[in-house]
């Protein structure tokens, strides 16, 4: 690697990338960099520049979760209605685990609401006023589905007697000082971009390129416990055994270069992507406005398998 000139390969990733605004970084062995370029709301970009990560927030929930867990606040096995009672008729049997790994077969009801929900409160409410006509048994299918992860944070926020907006910032962002991160909050104008839901849980990260680049490097490094990383990066089977790839909010692929821990994040003309493949102390995240979903994801997952293969 003491010939890898990161700045010169990220410079080429991003310039096969249209968009509006583009930041990307990445981090081979405790070296990092951090490119960007072009600009939204009448700024230009920089390192600390506050971007969407929609869904990258899953794997901020997935950490939280596995401490509370380790810790004994509660457990995969609890049924999600011991924390959210009101939800029981709707719930069920479904289980905390069911809800990690989207196997919950529990319908995403903000799929079949009108207008984006205002709070998870909201959702809550629509879980209750939606009936639907047939499920899959917990367990059975893999289906992905942010309202789980809106009901997760919940059970996690009131396991724990905290907001989970607050458990992020105390445990998580404040230790690996990253002062540009927020879960939830004011949202950055966009012109010609609807503002994201008010859900925390299935996304509300708001973070910067150099803090995002700090988050997967901290990932790498086991930096909230070895414990509470090996659990967050446990996947699961269905009840006839049939593996699921997805873990505590991130998605684990096995590859010859070892396995890649990897999240995409999409709302609107806001897109991310976080690729890390441990066993190399590669780290990669790509934060843009304007790109498309599938330029961002092979842009983050290209450039992570060609520093590997370096």
Known sequence: MADLDLTEVLASTLADLDADAVAIGAAVRGVSEVVCRGGYAGTRVHPASEFYGASV?????????????????????????????????????????????????????????????????????????????????????????????VLLAECLSRSLDRPIADLAATTLFGPLTMNHTRLGGPPVEVPGCRNPPGTIGDGALWVSIDDLLRWLEACNARAFGAEVHRLAETTTQLTDGSPVDYAWGVRITPTSHGRVVSHGGSWSTWQAKTVRIPERSIAVAVLSVGATASSVSDAGTGLATALAAR
């Open 57 to 149: 927030t899953k794997q901020m929930i997935g950490i939280l979760l596995a401490r509370a867990v380790i810790d004994g606040a509660l457990q995969p096995i609890d049924r999600v209605s011991r924390w959210l009672p009101e939800l029981s008729a709707q719930t069920g049997f479904v289980q905390v685990q069911h809800l990690i790994h989207h196997t919950s077969g529990l319908a995403d009801v903000v799929e079949f609401s009108d207008g984006d929900p205002s709070s998870n409160t909201d959702v809550i409410e629509r879980f209750q006023r939606f009936r639907p006509t047939a499920r899959a048994a917990p367990g059975t299918r893999y289906s992905y589905n942010n309202t789980g992860y």
